[in-house]
C-alpha cells in the first residue's frame, strides 16, 4: 500500500468543506494518515461538521485509490436515523461495535479507526504510547491510561516537537524508523481544559482546534484535539527511536527525573506493544535494539508545564 500511496500522490486534492462534505456524505471521502489510507463515509450531518473541523488540513485523494481501511457511520434504520438516532460503525468485517447516540457519533468514529489499526496492523510494531520526534530525536512515551501521555504529546506538539501518536507509536522492523500516524489527539476528562489553556498560550483561535466536547460516554468526557499543521505536513517523515520515557502524572508529586534500568525500559516497553506477540522473535530483537540504543528515564509532575520542562531537560542534557 506505501508503493501505491506514493504512486498517486499526483492525485492528492485539497477540498473545501462543501466539497468534502458532499463525498462524506455520499462516496465517502478517502483520507490519507501517515502510512494508510482509509475511505470515511458519515451519513450525519453533525459528525461530518466535526470530521471536518479536524481533519480539513489532511490529504485527500481525488481520483479512487485502493484503501487500507474502511469506515461508515450510519443510522441501521428510519428511526435511528431521525427519530432517535444511533451511530453504527461498520468497518467492512463481521465486528460488532456498541452504537452510541449520534450525537456521540464523532466518538465512534475515532474508536472505529482505532479498532482498525489495533486489529489490523501487522506490518509495523505497535506501542500504546504518545510518540514525538524533534531535531533528530525520537521520544517513545510508553504507558498505560491514565498516565497523561496523550496530554503530554499533545502538549509538546503544540512547543514545537512533530507529533507521531499520542495512541500508536509505530517502529518500522526493517528500517527501525518511527512511523508517524498524527490522527486526532484523544482527550478525556481534566486534561480537557488543560489542553484548551495550552494552546490558547499560541493560537489566538485557539476552540477552532477542538471538536465539541462528548459527556457520558464509557471513558467519560472525551474531546478531539486537531495536531499541529506542522505534524500533519509530516505525517511521512519517519525518525529513529532514541529516548524512551516513563511517564507518572502525580498532581501532588514535586516534578522529578527518575533514572531506571534499561531492563525495565524494556519490559515497559514490551508490555505496551499490542502486537508483541503476533510479531514474535522479530519484537523482541527490535526492542532490545531499541532500547540498547537509547536513554531512558522516568518522569513523575503535577503539571503539564512541568511534564515539558522535564522532557526537554532530559532531551537537552543528552546534546550537551
Same mark, same amino acid.
Given at each position: 500500500?506505501?508503493?501505491?500511496?506514493?504512486?498517486?500522490?499526483n492525485?492528492?486534492?485539497?477540498f473545501?468543506?462543501?466539497? =468534502?462534505?458532499?463525498? +462524506? !456524505?455520499?462516496? %465517502?471521502? &478517502? /483520507?490519507?494518515?501517515?502510512? $494508510?489510507?482509509?475511505?470515511?463515509?458519515?451519513?450525519?450531518?453533525?459528525?461530518r461538521?466535526e470530521?471536518?473541523?479536524?481533519?480539513?488540513?489532511?490529504?485527500?485523494?481525488?481520483?479512487?485509490?485502493?484503501?487500507?481501511?474502511?469506515?461508515?457511520?450510519?443510522?441501521?434504520?428510519?428511526?435511528?436515523?431521525?427519530?432517535?438516532?444511533?451511530?453504527f460503525v461498520?468497518?467492512?468485517?463481521?465486528?460488532?461495535?456498541?452504537?452510541?447516540?449520534?450525537?456521540m457519533?464523532?466518538?465512534?468514529l475515532?474508536?472505529?479507526?482505532?479498532?482498525?489499526?489495533?486489529?489490523?496492523?501487522?506490518?509495523?510494531?505497535?506501542?500504546?504510547a504518545g510518540?514525538?520526534?524533534k531535531?533528530?530525536?525520537?521520544?517513545?512515551?510508553?504507558?498505560?491510561?491514565?498516565?497523561?501521555?496523550?496530554? =503530554?504529546?499533545?502538549? +509538546? !506538539?503544540?512547543? %514545537?516537537? &512533530? /507529533?507521531?501518536?499520542d495512541? $500508536?507509536?509505530?517502529?518500522?522492523?526493517?528500517?527501525?524508523?518511527?512511523?508517524?500516524?498524527?490522527?486526532?489527539?484523544?482527550?478525556?476528562?481534566?486534561?480537557?481544559?488543560?489542553m484548551?489553556?495550552?494552546?490558547?498560550?499560541?493560537?489566538?483561535?485557539?476552540?477552532?482546534?477542538?471538536?465539541?466536547?462528548?459527556?457520558?460516554?464509557?471513558?467519560?468526557?472525551?474531546?478531539?484535539?486537531?495536531?499541529t499543521?506542522?505534524?500533519?505536513?509530516?505525517?511521512h517523515?519517519?525518525?529513529?527511536?532514541?529516548?524512551?520515557?516513563l511517564?507518572?502524572?502525580?498532581?501532588?508529586?514535586?516534578?522529578?527525573i527518575?533514572?531506571?534500568?534499561?531492563?525495565?525500559?524494556?519490559?515497559?516497553?514490551?508490555?505496551?506493544?499490542?502486537?508483541?506477540?503476533?510479531?514474535?522473535?522479530?519484537a523482541?530483537?527490535?526492542?532490545?535494539?531499541?532500547?540498547?540504543?537509547?536513554?531512558?528515564?522516568?518522569?513523575v509532575?503535577?503539571?503539564?508545564?512541568?511534564?515539558?520542562?522535564?522532557?526537554?531537560?532530559?532531551?537537552g542534557?543528552?546534546?550537551?
Amino acid at each position: 500500500m506505501k508503493v501505491l500511496s506514493k504512486f498517486h500522490k499526483n492525485k492528492l486534492a485539497a477540498f473545501d468543506d462543501e466539497e =468534502l462534505d458532499t463525498k +462524506l !456524505s455520499t462516496s %465517502g471521502a &478517502q /483520507l490519507e494518515i501517515g502510512p $494508510f489510507t482509509v475511505n470515511v463515509k458519515l451519513e450525519f450531518k453533525n459528525i461530518r461538521d466535526e470530521f471536518i473541523k479536524i481533519y480539513r488540513e489532511y490529504p485527500f485523494y481525488n481520483d479512487p485509490v485502493i484503501h487500507d481501511n474502511y469506515i461508515h457511520i450510519y443510522g441501521r434504520n428510519f428511526y435511528r436515523k431521525y427519530m432517535r438516532p444511533q451511530a453504527f460503525v461498520d468497518v467492512g468485517m463481521n465486528e460488532e461495535f456498541i452504537p452510541l447516540p449520534a450525537s456521540m457519533g464523532m466518538v465512534s468514529l475515532e474508536m472505529g479507526l482505532n479498532w482498525q489499526v489495533a486489529s489490523a496492523c501487522k506490518q509495523y510494531l505497535m506501542f500504546h504510547a504518545g510518540v514525538v520526534a524533534k531535531d533528530g530525536v525520537g521520544l517513545i512515551m510508553p504507558a498505560a491510561s491514565g498516565s497523561g501521555k496523550s496530554t =503530554l504529546a499533545a502538549g +509538546l !506538539s503544540y512547543r %514545537g516537537w &512533530q /507529533l507521531h501518536s499520542d495512541e $500508536f507509536g509505530l517502529l518500522d522492523l526493517e528500517s527501525e524508523e518511527l512511523v508517524p500516524y498524527p490522527r486526532a489527539v484523544s482527550l478525556k476528562n481534566e486534561s480537557i481544559p488543560v489542553m484548551k489553556n495550552w494552546v490558547a498560550q499560541s493560537h489566538e483561535n485557539h476552540l477552532d482546534y477542538f471538536t465539541e466536547e462528548f459527556e457520558g460516554t464509557p471513558k467519560g468526557t472525551i474531546c478531539y484535539m486537531r495536531p499541529t499543521t506542522q505534524s500533519i505536513n509530516a505525517m511521512h517523515e519517519r525518525t529513529k527511536p532514541n529516548i524512551v520515557i516513563l511517564p507518572i502524572f502525580d498532581p501532588a508529586s514535586k516534578p522529578e527525573i527518575r533514572p531506571i534500568t534499561k531492563t525495565m525500559a524494556f519490559f515497559r516497553t514490551v508490555m505496551s506493544s499490542a502486537n508483541y506477540g503476533d510479531i514474535g522473535a522479530d519484537a523482541f530483537h527490535a526492542i532490545s535494539n531499541l532500547i540498547d540504543n537509547a536513554r531512558v528515564c522516568e518522569i513523575v509532575y503535577p503539571t503539564l508545564d512541568d511534564a515539558v520542562k522535564l522532557v526537554e531537560e532530559f532531551v537537552g542534557d543528552g546534546n550537551g
